[in-house]
T-cell receptor, first 115, second 112 residues
Framework: DGGITQSPKYLFRKEGQNVTLSCEQN?????MYWYRQDPGQGLRLIYY???????QKGDIAEGYSVSREKKESFPLTVTSAQKNPTAFYLC??????????????FGSGTQLSVL | DQQVKQNSPSLSVQEGRISILNCDYT??????FLWYKKYPAEGPTFLIS?????DKNEDGRFTVFLNKSAKHLSLHIVPSQPGDSAVYFC???????????FGKGTRLSVIA
């Protein structure tokens, strides 16, 4: 089955700790994205990557870092510089094929909480 | 500065009646619009989309209407079912390269 896999489902971070959220897709999509959902805030874009070895900051990139070494993988690191990391994190991917008009496919999310 | 606005945080509708969810946008360059449905602790799933060259797109019980002059779109669900209870996100993009921009969502509750 093709899809996007996020792990872990739940993650806890201690003060001053960096944590990494995993996102893997087997849809052969070129573009991948990280969004953050907070209650009442909708989905806000953290980082996105349209091709391997390249990525761009979204609206709320401060305190986060990403890498895109492989087409299938787009891990997100929440660094200690992110002062309010508690949120539901969503990874998504899309085809660059213009016929699909950038419809995003989402993973099932990771809930990050601070201890 | 929100480019996509969903001004109703919540909506309650009786089963069998019509649900109408509204969305406004400010960027006139947006030319592709989507609706996503999201259950708690799950990722959003694509529902329906519309290109700016159309003013209506229908898929079963779901219809999206686009009014470009008013920069407004709406999602109609007829008839509403209890399983439709979820948060609905409106999203927009400029075809080509931009990531989707999402609204804050509207929580729909369909009451049996």
């Amino acid at each position: 089955d093709g899809g996007i896999t996020q792990s872990p489902k739940y993650l806890f971070r201690k003060e001053g700790q960096n944590v990494t959220l995993s996102c893997e897709q087997n849809l052969n999509h070129d573009a991948m994205y990280w969004y953050r959902q907070d209650p009442g805030q909708g989905l806000r874009l953290i980082y996105y990557s349209q091709i391997v070895n390249d990525f761009q900051k979204g609206d709320i990139a401060e305190g986060y870092s990403v890498s895109r070494e492989k087409k299938e993988s787009f891990p997100l690191t929440v660094t200690s510089a992110q002062k309010n990391p508690t949120a539901f994190y969503l990874c998504a991917s899309s085809s660059r094929d213009i016929s699909t008009n950038e419809k995003l496919f989402f993973g099932s999310g990771t809930q990050l909480s601070v201890l | 500065d929100q480019q996509v606005k969903q001004n109703s945080p919540s909506l309650s509708v009786q089963e069998g009646r019509i649900s109408i969810l509204n969305c406004d946008y400010t960027n006139s360059m947006f030319d592709y619009f989507l609706w996503y449905k999201k259950y708690p602790a799950e990722g959003p799933t694509f529902l329906i989309s519309i290109s700016s060259i159309k003013d209506k797109n229908e898929d079963g019980r779901f219809t999206v209407f686009l009014n470009k002059s008013a920069k407004h779109l709406s999602l109609h669900i007829v008839p509403s079912q209890p399983g439709d209870s979820a948060v609905y996100f409106c999203a927009a993009s400029i075809s080509g390269n931009t990531p989707l921009v999402f609204g804050k969502g509207t929580r729909l509750s369909v009451i049996a």
